[in-house]
């Protein structure tokens, strides 16, 4: 069997294979609230054989959203749409996770499809929030500087979401810590300037996302795996490094973090990206080979080979897709077949099997 769809063990959850469905926005909320768009968009990945199913970006709170149309898990209302959706992945061979976000100085923003630039408060925005008050585009509004006190707010909101996750189903836990979200911009030198103990040093900066781990850890199953998503690059000069990640996955995995999942930029608007196949994959090498934590690859994996040969070369533990998987939703069931695995089909398709 190839190593794409050899099971993965973390903690006391168990993924049938190593493919995993990437968080991706789907932008069709109404006050947070999940509906039968993301029954059908996740669960149908369920049915097409995916290990691991990660619901996309859910904001902790409501200021926490890229847009107006954002998944949320701010409020206890939101779990009982989100449990029937892990029901039916869970119902259907396949592990839910689910990725908690606050977007920081890039939130308040209108739909892809309708521009996606930033709302201002005029127009049924909100302001937005920053470890310093500086812009994520000359353009945008002055975010808001965050007090100490608003600080502690936030990382009781991502322990809250946390329990909330719990209770929704979801056996898999990632916090979002990358693409220029509010945890991204307190790591970072190019758009944290603070002068106090969240700012300056390696050490404070990344003291935000230390607090928030050390409190999930406190509501979140210990048997179950916790995941966190980085820029392991800006991408510009003077900001963030591959060396300061590995120096950060080492930190986090003495606090319970089972696997870094390695993305990159998404910080500042000039960052200048060299993209091709596989491009972030270097990344999730390093962080695995140099720390011993395990390791998740992302960024256009498009193909059962390219999978399988980033597993063979020890460069990542699971391979995150995004953009192909909105190609196509039953990507294991065909990758199998390329591949020469005999994998279970849902019996309902099975008259249909390659």
Known sequence: MSLLFQSLKIKNVEFKNRIAVSPMCQYSSEDGYANDWHLVHLGSRAV???????????A???????????????????????????????????VAGIQLAHAGRKASCSEPWN???????????????????V?????????????????????QNFK?????????????????????????????????????????TFENRIRFLCRIIDEVN??????????????????AEGGWTIEDSVNLSRILKEKNVDLIDCSSGGL????????????????????KTQTGIMSAAVGMITTAEQAETILKNGQADLIFMAREYLREPYFPLSAAHLLGDDVSWPVQYERAKL
Do not use: C
């Not at 979002?176 to 190019?190: D, E, K, R, V």
């Open 48 to 58: 097409g054989g995916a290990g691991l199913i990660m619901a996309e970006a859910s």
């Open 60 to 94: 902790v709170s409501p200021e926490g959203r890229i847009t107006p149309a954002d998944l949320g898990i701010w409020k206890n209302e939101h779990i009982e749409n989100l449990k029937r959706i892990t029901t039916f992945i869970h119902q259907n061979g396949s």
């Open 115 to 133: 521009g996606g630039k930033q709302i201002s408060e005029q127009v049924n925005g909100w302001r937005t929030l920053a470890p310093s008050a």
């Open 135 to 155: 812009p994520f585009r000359e353009t945008d509004s002055l975010p808001v500087e965050l007090s100490l006190e608003e600080i502690t707010r936030i990382v």
């Open 160 to 200: 809250d979401a946390a329990l909330r996750s719990l209770n929704a189903g979801f056996k898999v836990l990632e916090i979002h810590a990358a693409h220029g979200y509010l945890i991204n911009t307190f790591l970072s030198p190019l758009s944290n300037f603070r002068k106090d103990e969240y700012g300056g």
């Open 218 to 235: 406190t509501v979140w199953a210990e048997n179950y795996p916790l995941f966190v998503r980085i820029s392991a690059i800006d991408w």
């Open 268 to 287: 500042v608007p000039y960052a200048k990206i060299e993209t091709k196949p596989g491009y972030q994959v270097p990344f999730a090498e390093a962080v």
